[in-house]
């Protein structure tokens, strides 16, 4: 089985541009959840989405949006990209809330220039 | 506030033994999970404690106690492969992941 994809690997943008990563989960996982790392630094809860309600939102400002679609992929949105939105970007799946065990995928690495 | 709290590096010799330590400050608590990041990759999830007590799989033990907000990872028989970063996270009854800064561990011949 496919573990979580996500698209594109690397991307290199302005800032005040916008930008969409996309993430497929695990076959039968109907949970996803987005993380932003910056380098040195552990990953950041920014949502989490499940059965395609948002479940929860971490301290990120308006310009980030996500959805998840009746597939359970999800895409993240961020808009007016800023220096400091350079990062990883990092999709994790699980089947249930993920309280115990979530899937990483490889990640979106994002240079903002 | 929320906090997680554990060393930021451990070097050690191949075939020791590591453990590393997590002190947590959060709300809404409901497990303390580790992770394993080599660099340039994905976290890969090692071990979860949803109780008080160890929990062992293979060569990586961990433990929690709830009354002591702590937890620590225990890698045995270390190997060249265990150079990674290592993250404890806390989770809440909704499945948000809360991680620590990392501990880079360093394996040496």
């Known amino acids: 089985d496919a573990g979580v994809t996500q698209s594109p690997t690397h991307l290199i943008k302005t800032r005040g541009q916008q930008v969409t990563l996309r993430c497929s989960p695990i076959?039968?996982?109907?949970?996803v959840s987005w993380y932003q790392q910056v380098l040195g630094q552990g990953p950041q809860f920014i949502f989490q989405?499940?059965?395609?309600?948002?479940?929860g939102r971490g301290n990120f400002p308006d310009r980030f949006s996500a959805r998840q679609f009746p597939n359970y992929s999800s895409e993240l949105n961020v808009n007016a990209l800023l220096l400091g939105d350079s990062a990883l970007y990092l999709c994790?799946?699980?089947?249930?809330?993920?309280?115990?065990?979530?899937?990483f995928g490889p990640g979106t690495r994002l240079l903002v220039l | 506030g929320q906090s997680l709290e554990q060393p930021s590096e451990v070097t050690a010799v191949e075939g020791a033994i590591v453990q590393i330590n997590c002190t947590y400050q959060?709300?809404?608590?409901?497990?303390l999970s580790w992770y394993q990041q080599h660099d340039g990759g994905a976290p890969t999830f090692l071990s979860y404690?949803?109780?008080?007590g160890l929990e062992e799989t293979g060569r990586f033990s961990s433990f929690l106690s709830r009354s002591d907000s702590y937890g620590y990872l225990l890698l045995q028989e270390l190997q060249m492969k265990d150079s990674a970063s290592y993250f404890c996270?806390?989770?809440?009854?909704?499945?948000?992941?809360?991680f620590g800064a990392g501990t880079q561990v360093v394996v040496t011949p």
């Open positions: 994790a799946s699980s089947d249930n809330s993920g309280r115990e065990t979530q899937y």
């Open positions: 076959s039968g996982h109907k949970s």
């Open positions: 989405y499940y059965e395609k309600e948002e479940r």
């Open positions: 959060t709300s809404g608590f409901y497990g």
């Open positions: 404690n949803g109780l008080d």
């Open positions: 996270a806390v989770a809440d009854s909704w499945g948000k992941l809360q």
